[in-house]
């Protein structure tokens, strides 16, 4: 009915559209808006076109002159790699011999499945860093998330680092900036998508990790994991509260507590530190909330912006803008989730991810294409690792908003892996999933129904949350293989497996109670980041998820164990003490091995690996005290928290999947593998430094041009 | 018919009266302002914001293509088919709006018409006063006789009776400024015609005078209308085209009105939050 009155109006509007005489042809500013910017869109299409067309012999003429012959020795078109992070053996080969992963069991049987080896020690950062370069560690630098400072003993972000500005122009309260801020990545080693860049071939590299700050190459590249948020920090949630009793410290994430007048709500949004003061302090974007209980809906006003919100439910991205002075403005995106409303107002906003489409920091090569991305599908999150897990350990999202903000962020990955695989019919396309990892260690405990975290954290959820997981990848699986053809190579792969964490080792209180690591006089614990720990009497101290450093004299700045025999000694006693270490309480070895740094072969950046890698026992991992530096007198500790499954242990006991439409010519390939054997496919001379070698069957894959191929 | 004449008429005079004595431009550019946010408004209250904003992004996305894949004739040929749907629904999403516009829009632009559409008469200026009889007259026997208000305008020939046309057509010529008038009496009826000879900048000029209750009045609202059963259907003078000069450049007013209105909608689109 009311189409039918619509039309009639439209229809009376025409008439009188066409009664008019030739001068009111103009009908104002709103036919003025669409002639003036279909036009513009007409006219720029236009020139593009033209350039395009006029530029496109010359381009060809100046890459022949160049010698560039690009895909001439290619034995394939594309590499299509989807990076499942953290995909777990086991499970896979029980999922697939239960018939549960259909597209992943016919990838097996059209090409290969394996086992694949991982790095030491067997965490994403080091073992996608190994992926890209082809390179154990001690070439390509990055041993751990974190780095030890050795002038502080404090932790630094091993991938990259943001300084600020060297130089500055002081204007009354303001200092201008007169340089670029220093963001400097610290992954050494070549990436295999360079290499055949050089060889003017193609990649389009999506969220793999290690990628922060993006290097330039032919393709384009989206950055993933250790992307930073807008605060410089690897992802800080914000959670409002008017529950006093919840206004703790949080890991992850900062809290902020607010109060309620009359359903309003007058708080903030915490941002970037306002560098461009002298005096420096934190940028607030100020925010009002309304909460109307009648109609159920929350009203947040924020940056200009007003979002209608029910409890319960994310609010899509929502951008957001901070105004340091001096006109500048830094762009973010965010989204907010009120988990409920009474008798406490409760809500969690995620970290403050770069706005792809006005990026503050370079998250994209070339700079554009994280603005393309963003204006074709609309925005998406640039932090590289967006999978809030901190939220639901520290109990301030669900289980369920949380899968739910992980299968966002998926989706979002998806839709860029596909529309890349459009786009790059020839070359690489590689693309990196977080979502495997997340919920894998989120909720490995449904599948130990012993595991302490059952007893005392949220238990919404079934085991079925990692059996749909995979499911969930399987069909992801083969709508990729859909969209391969015969000259195609398809890899899925995981950069480690997973096992249970049921038991934390607080390696830093095994080493005070054995008498390796001292504390201040009077002082029997220590807080977060070995505040209390004397280092001129301290031998070894444990940092990150699996190092152990000896403190040494000449390299850290209080060192006490002389190199040599000293430092061997030493190196031999912590080495019979740990290795085989038992969990009394449990029955257990809580450690299989130490990887010694002496062991590995040399390497640039050899000196940089911690002194031994803890290789835990499955159910085992460093406790979380541990990780933070804290020293107690507690050795081992039950998990009790969400995050109840980890990798960061024995590399031997996880090693990732590899699936490939091509038969492959070993069985026991390593994550080191796939550089080289990506640069092989095309048909380049694999460099000598490169550790791992290519493994598709090229026997294989000549007779495969006349069988079917995978996607049919 | 009346009654909006007399709305929208008011309504632009108000707008201009204080800037009758200054140039057109200065009444021009604060008409094109406040019709510009007037519509920047109805725009983003008759439009699909979210559909536009999504399409123009996705405008965005399809040039940029063009610059990412520039090596790649195949997807630029794609981008370019893509950005010219999307150019197209682009356009469909704007037509609601756009129709919702066109009345008022029509009646203010008929507004300015009168406003900014002529020149006054000059002194020893001379010009046509045409009147057009209703079908059922003849002019060759009707007897019609055109009295000038003053010695200020001078009916120069005796009335030029063309049957066809139904037209009656007499040249004056202007001999002082000033605001004039003619009277015509025909069957019994005197009907007058203002003749404008004014000097000010910014003034209103009818062209025109229309009967009653016609589709005609609502496009001449200038003057009280004649009345239905006048044996008259109109009385026009011939005033010249009035133009925007723009150093020394003579530019219709509806093209400056169509700047400067598309100016200032893109300029307050981001104050008013209006995707355009």
């Not at chain 1, 909460?291 to 957001?320: Q, Y």
């Not at chain 1, 000449?554 to 000293?566: K, N």
């Not at chain 2, 946010?37 to 293509?65: C, D, P, W, Y």
């Not at chain 2, 006063?129 to 019609?144: A, F, H, M, W």
Request: glycine residues 6%; proline residues 5%; positive net charge.
């Amino acid at each position: 009915m009311n189409n039918k009155i619509n039309i009639k109006i439209y229809l009376i509007l025409l008439v009188i559209f066409f009664c008019a005489f030739p001068l009111h042809a103009y009908v104002g500013p709103g036919a003025g808006f669409a002639f003036i910017s279909s036009f513009l869109v007409l006219f720029i299409t236009f020139f593009l076109a033209l350039f395009t067309f006029i530029a496109w012999p010359f381009r060809f003429l100046i890459k022949v002159l160049k010698g560039q012959k690009a895909y001439k020795k290619s034995r394939i078109d594309r590499m299509v790699i989807v990076g499942l992070d953290g995909i777990e053996p086991t499970l896979i080969e029980k999922y697939m011999a239960e018939g549960k992963l259909p597209n992943m069991s016919k990838l097996k049987d059209q090409g290969s499945y394996a086992r694949l080896d991982t790095t030491t020690p067997a965490i994403s950062p080091v073992a996608w860093s190994s992926f890209m370069t082809g390179c154990h560690p001690n070439k390509h630098n990055i041993f751990d998330f974190l780095s030890r400072n050795v002038k502080n003993y404090l932790p630094d972000l091993s991938s990259a680092k943001i300084g600020t500005p060297k130089r500055f122009l002081p204007l009354g309260k303001y200092k201008i900036p007169l340089s670029k801020p220093e963001i400097k990545g610290l992954r050494k080693s070549i990436p295999f998508w360079n290499i055949l860049g050089d060889e003017g071939i193609f990649s389009t590299i999506l969220r793999i990790p290690i990628t922060f700050p993006p290097e330039k190459f032919k393709g384009h590249l989206i950055s993933g994991m250790c992307a930073p948020d807008l605060k410089g920090s690897q992802g800080t949630f914000s959670f409002y509260t008017t529950d006093s009793a919840k206004t703790q410290k949080h890991e992850g994430g900062m809290i902020i507590p607010v109060k309620r007048s009359s359903n309003t709500i007058e708080t903030y949004i915490s941002g970037p530190v306002n560098s461009l003061l002298k005096k420096e302090k934190e940028l607030r974007l100020p925010m009002t909330i309304f909460v109307d209980k009648d109609k159920n809906n929350i009203r947040i006003e924020v940056s200009g912006e007003k979002i209608d919100l029910k409890p319960g439910t994310f609010s899509d991205w929502i951008r957001i803008k901070f105004r340091p002075g001096l006109g500048m403005k830094i762009r973010a995106i965010c989204r907010f989730y009120v988990s409920q409303t009474d008798p406490h107002f409760e809500m969690y906003l995620t970290p403050l991810n770069i706005d792809p489409e006005k990026p503050a920091l370079p998250i994209s090569h070339p700079y554009i294409y994280s603005v393309y991305l963003g204006k074709l599908i609309g925005s998406y999150t640039t932090l590289g690792e967006a999978d809030d897990t901190w939220a639901l350990n520290e109990e301030i999202l669900s289980e369920d908003s949380f899968i739910k903000l992980c299968y966002d962020n998926h989706k979002e990955s998806e839709d860029m892996l596909f529309n890349a695989m459009d786009k790059t019919k020839k070359g690489v396309v590689a693309c990196w999933f977080q979502i495997t990892d997340s919920i894998q260690h989120m909720f490995f405990r449904y599948l130990d129904k012993n595991h302490p975290a059952l007893k005392t954290g949220q238990t919404e959820k079934s085991v079925q949350v990692i059996e749909k997981l995979y499911t969930d990848m399987d069909d992801l699986v083969g709508r990729v293989m859909k969209q391969m053809n015969k000259n195609s190579l398809l890899v899925v792969m995981s950069d480690h497996g997973f096992k249970n964490f049921s038991r934390g080792f607080n390696l830093n209180s095994w080493l005070y109670l054995n008498g390796y690591l001292h504390l201040k006089d009077g002082k029997k614990e220590s807080d977060e980041w070995f505040k209390d720990v004397d280092w001129s009497k301290t031998k070894a101290y444990g940092l990150g998820l699996g190092g152990i450093y000896i403190n040494l004299k000449g390299r850290e700045a209080q060192g006490l164990v002389s190199p040599g025999e000293e430092l061997k000694t030493l190196k031999q006693e912590l080495n019979a003490k740990l290795s085989g270490l038992r969990d009394d309480k449990m029955g257990k070895v809580a450690i299989n091995k130490l990887y010694d740094r002496d062991e590995i072969p040399p390497g640039p950046y050899k000196s940089n690996c911690p002194d031994f890698i803890v290789g835990y026992n499955i159910d085992y991992r460093v406790s979380w005290d541990s990780v933070t530096g804290k020293v107690n007198t507690t050795v081992f500790e039950d998990n009790t928290k969400a995050w109840s499954g980890d990798h960061c242990i024995d590399p031997s006991i996880v090693p990732g999947v590899l699936f490939s439409s091509k038969k492959i010519n070993t069985k026991t390939p390593s994550i080191v593998d796939i550089a080289p054997t990506a640069l092989d496919l095309f048909g380049i001379d694999i460099p000598g430094h490169i550790d791992g070698r290519a493994i598709i069957d090229m026997s294989a894959l000549t007779s495969d041009k006349n069988t079917k191929h995978i996607g049919q | 018919m009346s009654i909006i004449n007399i709305f929208f008429g008011k309504l632009v005079e108000w707008i201009l009266f204080p800037f009758r004595g200054m140039s057109p431009w200065v009444g021009m550019i604060v008409l094109s302002l406040v019709t510009g946010i007037f519509m920047l408004l109805v725009f983003r209250l008759t439009s699909n914001q979210k559909g536009i904003k999504s399409i123009k992004n996705k405008i965005k996305a399809h040039i940029l293509e063009l610059r990412l894949f520039q090596d790649n004739l195949k997807i630029s040929l794609s981008s370019q088919g893509k950005i010219l749907k999307c150019n197209l629904k682009y356009i469909s999403c704007t037509m609601k709006p756009m129709l919702i516009m066109i009345i008022p829009l029509i009646l203010i632009l008929i507004q300015m018409n009168l406003w900014f559409g002529y020149k006054s008469f000059s002194p020893d200026q001379t010009a046509i006063l045409k009147v057009k009889l209703k079908d059922n007259y003849n002019p060759v026997e009707t007897d019609i006789i055109l009295i000038p208000s003053s010695s200020a305008i001078i009916v120069e020939t005796l009335p030029l009776r063309i049957e066809e046309e139904k037209e009656i057509d007499w040249r004056f010529s202007v001999k002082e400024n000033g605001v004039h008038h003619f009277d015509l009496k025909i069957g019994g009826w005197t009907i007058t015609k203002t003749v404008d000879a004014t000097t000010s900048h910014l003034r209103k000029i009818s062209t025109i005078k229309v009967r009653k209750n016609t589709l005609d009045q609502l496009f001449n609202p200038g003057e009280a209308p004649l009345l239905k059963d006048s044996p008259i259907k109109s009385i026009e003078l011939t005033y010249p085209n009035e133009s925007m000069n723009l150093f020394g450049w003579h530019i219709h007013w509806i093209i400056v009105y169509f700047a400067l209105s598309v100016i200032f909608g893109f300029a307050f689109k981001g104050l008013f939050g209006v995707e355009i």
